[in-house]
T-cell receptor, first 117, second 110 residues
Framework: KAGVTQTPRYLIKTRGQQVTLSCSPI?????VSWYQQTPGQGLQFLFE???????NKGNFPGRFSGRQFSNSRSEMNVSTLELGDSALYLC????????????????FGQGTRLTVV | EDQVTQSPEALRLQEGESSSLNCSYT??????LFWYRQDPGKGPEFLFT???AGEEKEKERLKATLTKKESFLHITAPKPEDSATYLC???????????FGTGTSLTVIP
């Protein structure tokens, strides 16, 4: 069974640019959630999508947005990049009814390492 | 303010030396507490979900427990392959927010 796939694995962008990251969940999973991981702040929840609808949202500015397609694949977009956006961006998928293992297990991808210069 | 604090930040154990990791939380209402293991360069791997005080769950050498203010991850007779960063996270029942601790980096020495 294929795991959660995130692309690209590494990305370097310039301040002010925008970036789109992609996450393909495990087949059959309808919930996809996104997280930012930095050495100083640790893991922070961005948002969760379930059946193409944003169901939960963390405390991030509007520059961070996402969407989910009918095949459950999800994209995350960051506009007007800032140096502080440099981080490992992780997505996780679960079957339904919750993220982070609530009710069912959640599985993480290996992440996209974004560097803003 | 809702927050999650893990201690210690780093822990070095001899193989076979049992210990516990702590995750204390201050949230308005707890919906669930989660433990994850993260290896370098990889995404977190789900370990346990705990829903209410008094609950315990076990998996191989790991046992997670939950009280009203904290959770412990007990590691019994650890092996070098248990070396990783262990993360805990809580989900609140108001607004469905998720908060992660900054993790405990565990090193088990052969």
């Amino acid at each position: 069974k294929a795991g959660v796939t995130q692309t690209p694995r590494y990305l370097i962008k310039t301040r002010g640019q925008q970036v789109t990251l992609s996450c393909s969940p495990i087949s059959g999973h309808r919930s996809v959630s996104w997280y930012q991981q930095t050495p100083g702040q640790g893991l922070q929840f961005l948002f969760e999508y379930f059946s193409e609808t944003q169901r939960n949202k963390g405390n991030f500015p509007g520059r961070f947005s996402g969407r989910q397609f009918s095949n459950s694949r999800s994209e995350m977009n960051v506009s007007t990049l800032e140096l502080g956006d440099s981080a490992l961006y992780l997505c996780a998928s679960s079957a339904e009814g919750g993220i982070l293992g609530w009710g069912t297990e959640a599985f993480f991808g290996q992440g996209t390492r974004l560097t803003v210069v | 303010e809702d927050q999650v604090t893990q201690s210690p930040e780093a822990l070095r154990l001899q193989e076979g030396e049992s210990s516990s990791l702590n995750c204390s939380y201050t949230v308005s209402g707890l919906r669930g507490l989660f433990w994850y293991r993260q290896d370098p360069g990889k995404g977190p791997e789900f370990l346990f979900t705990l829903y209410s005080a008094g609950e315990e769950k076990e998996k191989e050498r790991l046992k997670a427990t939950l009280t009203k203010k904290e959770s412990f991850l007990h590691i019994t007779a650890p092996k070098p392959e248990d070396s990783a960063t262990y993360l805990c996270a809580v989900q609140t029942d108001t607004g469905n927010q998720f908060y992660f601790g900054t993790g405990t980096s565990l090193t088990v020495i052969p």
